[in-house]
C-alpha cells in the first residue's frame, strides 16, 4: 500500500481557503487518494476521493498532481466546524475496501 | 448521517468478562468494518465483513471475534475483556469497494473502558 505524509498541524483564518497537502510519491497506477476528517469525539467523515484528475463536491477540492505523487485538499471558505483532524489515504481495488488510516493534520480555523 | 446506530454507547466492564458491540445499519449495505481508535494510534481496522456469515481479520484482531447473520447487523465480541481494550470502537459501512472507491461512513462510536 502506498504510504501517504502529511504535516501534523495546520492553521488557517475564518473564511480563508484551507489548503492540505498529502504526499503519496509510491502510488501505484490503480490507487485512488481518498480524504476523510474527524470532528473531536465524532467518527470519520468522508469528504472526497480521486485517482488522476481534479475533483469538487459540495464540501471541497481535491487537486492531484499530474505525476500523482502529491495531492491538495481546498475548503474554499474554511469555518470554525471545519476544524478537524484530516486524513489523507490511498486505497487500491481489491483490498476489500480496507482504509490505512496514518497520523492525519490537525486543522485549526481561528477567528 | 449515513443510517448506523453504534450500542451501546458508553460501557465499562471488568477485565476478563465477555462483551459484545453491536453495529446496526439501515443502507443495506454489503460491507461492514470495526476499527478502533487510540491516542497515538489513529483509526486501526480490527475485523470487517464483506457479506452476511462472510468475515476476515483487519490488522489489529487478536483478542476479537466477529459475527454478522443478517445485513444490517454486525457484532464485535470480546471474549475476555483486557485493559488493552479500553478504547472507541468505530463501525463503519461501505456499499460496494470496486474499481478501488471505497467511501465509507461511520458510525458515532462506542467507548468502552475496562478496568
Known amino acids: 500500500d502506498a504510504k501517504t505524509t502529511q504535516p501534523p498541524s495546520m492553521d488557517c483564518a475564518e473564511g480563508r481557503a484551507a489548503n492540505l497537502p498529502c504526499n503519496h510519491s509510491?502510488?501505484?497506477?490503480?490507487?485512488?487518494v481518498y480524504w476523510y476528517r474527524q470532528i473531536h469525539s465524532q467518527g470519520p467523515q468522508y469528504i472526497i476521493h480521486g485517482l488522476k484528475n481534479n475533483e469538487t463536491n459540495e464540501m471541497a477540492s481535491l487537486i492531484i498532481t499530474e505525476d500523482r505523487k502529491s495531492s491538495t485538499l481546498i475548503l474554499p471558505h474554511a469555518t470554525l466546524r471545519d476544524t478537524a483532524v484530516y486524513y489523507c489515504i490511498v486505497s487500491r481495488r481489491g483490498q476489500g475496501g480496507k482504509l490505512i488510516f496514518g497520523q492525519g493534520t490537525e486543522l485549526s480555523v481561528k477567528p | 448521517d449515513a443510517g448506523i446506530t453504534q450500542s451501546p454507547r458508553h460501557k465499562v466492564t471488568e477485565t476478563g468478562t465477555p462483551v459484545t458491540l453491536r453495529c446496526h445499519q439501515t443502507?443495506?449495505?454489503?460491507?461492514m468494518y470495526w476499527y478502533r481508535q487510540d491516542p497515538g494510534h489513529g483509526l486501526r481496522l480490527i475485523h470487517y465483513s464483506y457479506g452476511v456469515k462472510d468475515t476476515d481479520k483487519g490488522e489489529v484482531s487478536d483478542g476479537y471475534s466477529v459475527s454478522r447473520s443478517k445485513t444490517e447487523d454486525f457484532l464485535l465480541t470480546l471474549e475476555s475483556a483486557t485493559s488493552s481494550q479500553t478504547s472507541v470502537y468505530f463501525c463503519?459501512?461501505?456499499?460496494?469497494?470496486?474499481?478501488?472507491?471505497?467511501?465509507?461512513?461511520f458510525g458515532p462510536g462506542t467507548r468502552l473502558t475496562v478496568t
Open positions: 463503519a459501512i461501505s456499499e460496494s469497494p470496486r474499481d478501488g472507491r471505497n467511501e465509507q461512513y
Open positions: 509510491t502510488i501505484s497506477g490503480n490507487e485512488y
Open positions: 443502507e443495506n449495505h454489503r460491507y
